[in-house]
């Protein structure tokens, strides 16, 4: 099954933003302030583009977020893990 129409480039941006802080966060910081700065921004980002594409771009954000969190839960990294799936939650249902 193939991906919604999405704008690839800024989900990459924001996995490799979360992917750092959820380095901060393995390493002890409290990320949390970041991570919803960085979210806010990845929701206002991807909505900018409106239509299909928004949603899109969200949608497979939202998937590689749970994908990222999932592998993390399999090398039993949880500060990791949660990191990924806070992000995941503060994206628009």
């Known amino acids: 099954m193939s ?3 999405h704008d690839e480039a800024l989900v990459n941006l ?5 992917s750092a802080l959820s380095v901060s966060a393995f390493d002890g910081a409290d990320v949390s302030a970041e991570l919803d700065a ?3 921004e990845a929701v206002a980002k991807c909505q900018a583009a409106g239509g299909p594409q ?8 939202a998937k ?5 969190a ?19 939650q503060r994206l628009p249902a």
């Open 3 to 5: 991906e919604p129409l």
């Open 14 to 18: 924001y996995l490799e933003r979360i």
């Open 38 to 40: 960085v979210m806010r």
């Open 54 to 61: 928004a949603q899109g771009t969200l949608a497979v954000l």
């Open 64 to 68: 590689r977020l749970q994908e990222r």
């Open 70 to 88: 999932d592998a993390a839960e399999r090398e039993d990294q949880s500060l990791v893990r949660n990191t990924f799936l806070q992000a995941a």
